[in-house]
């Protein structure tokens, strides 16, 4: 059967980072183990260090970002999409206003470099 998840229902996060609106996932409904949500990230805001446990799409709607990780930096403008392994590190820094839509595992758990122990899921992700 398919799922709607009408506007009404998305959540939005703010961070110091970025603004994240969550689109679907198993606690705003439509999905049962992936989640989709958009980023807003402001030019020069950028997100730690950090892995995730489960792979995940980053796809640039508008503007533009780099993407650095252990193995390089990857600049991305509209239209790309960078596929972020699970386990890689890497930290997500807004060249210009940017726009992305993010689609990942609902369960997948954070963690940022220095932290003692992983942060858990994001709510954003859940």
Do not use: Y
Not at 3 to 12: D, G, H, I, P, W
Not at 49 to 70: K, M, N, R, Y
Not at 88 to 96: P, Y
Not at 100 to 116: K, N, Y
Request: charged share 15%; net charge neutral; proline share 6%.
């Amino acid at each position: 059967m398919l799922s709607v998840v009408s506007r009404a229902q998305a959540r939005t996060t703010v961070t110091p980072n970025a603004t994240m609106t969550t689109l679907a996932s198993p606690s705003v409904g439509g999905a049962t183990r992936l989640s989709l949500w958009q980023v807003e990230m402001k030019a020069g805001q950028q997100g730690p260090w950090h892995t995730f446990d489960t792979e995940q799409l980053w796809t640039v709607i508008s503007g533009s970002v780099t993407v650095a990780s252990l193995d390089g930096d990857a600049a991305l403008r509209p239209g790309d999409t960078v596929v972020v392994p699970a386990g890689a590190e890497r930290r997500i820094t807004a060249v210009s206003d940017a726009r992305l839509i993010v689609c990942g595992q609902a369960d997948g758990v954070a963690t940022a470099r220095g932290d003692e122990a992983p942060r858990g899921t994001p709510a954003w992700i859940s």
